[in-house]
């Protein structure tokens, strides 16, 4: 892995063990970086794409009512939320489950010893014994403050109201009393994991790379979030196509 840190700098590595770097800014499609680390190439391609970061951002669908993404976005935007500190037991459940793509018996799992410079690293609950599944994925800037503004003396971010550790049935059941206080019912903790995968397919995420963070095996079930999304920017340019003919 690459050893320059860098603001906005991330890395993933492809089937053939290449390690690819890229500028990542929000709200923008990820920027390859070439040549080599340090480097000059390297370097002048960091600073250009940096010195693009007040250009006009890349423009996601519009989220559908009564997804997970719209409630998210209307609730940023509220009155309400701006009112609030930072630093609930409910938000920083919504953010674990939403920066990382997790499953809840993993939610309740993570701690401060699973962050290792800027990244997230475990191992899945699911099948840990037969057959496991280590996850190493960028600590996304949003969750880290997040996690700041929660101050935990535990192994465990997540603790219940008696300073213990959740059971993945106790958090499930907590999170959907929170989503019903928020006149959600018809939300889980499990539909954030599904949220975080259209989101990455939307913004053009290969089925590959979203494996990478949600730890699926099998592209069958992922490859549902990227035909959806494929199919949709397939359609707009399909009409706009129709529409220069006229």
Known sequence: MISVRLRYLVEDVDRHGNVRCYVRLPGKPKARLHGIPG???????????????????????????????????????????KALDIGTKARLAMAIMLYTACRREDAVRLGPQHIRDGRIQYV???????NPIAMDIPLDPDLATII???????????????????????????????????????????????????RLAERGATAHEIMAITGHRSLEEVTRYTRAARQAH???SAMAKLKGER
């Not at 190439?41 to 009564?66: C, K, L, T, V, W």
């Not at 603790?159 to 939300?187: E, I, M, S």
Request: charged fraction near 25%; hydrophobic fraction near 35%.
């Open 39 to 81: 480097g000059k190439e390297f370097m002048d391609a960091y600073h250009a794409a940096i010195a693009d970061r007040d250009s006009r951002p890349h423009q996601a669908r519009a989220a559908a009512r009564g997804s997970f993404r719209y409630v998210c976005q209307a609730y940023y935007a509220s009155a309400t939320f």
């Open 124 to 130: 899945q609950a699911k099948n840990e014994h037969r």
């Open 148 to 198: 700041e503004a929660t101050p935990s003396r535990h192994l465990t971010f997540l603790v219940t109201d008696y300073g213990r550790p959740f059971t993945p049935a106790g958090f499930g059941n907590l999170f959907k009393d929170w989503c019903r206080q928020a006149d959600l019912p018809h939300c889980s903790a499990h539909g954030l994991r599904k949220a975080t995968a259209v």
């Open 234 to 236: 397939l359609a707009d």
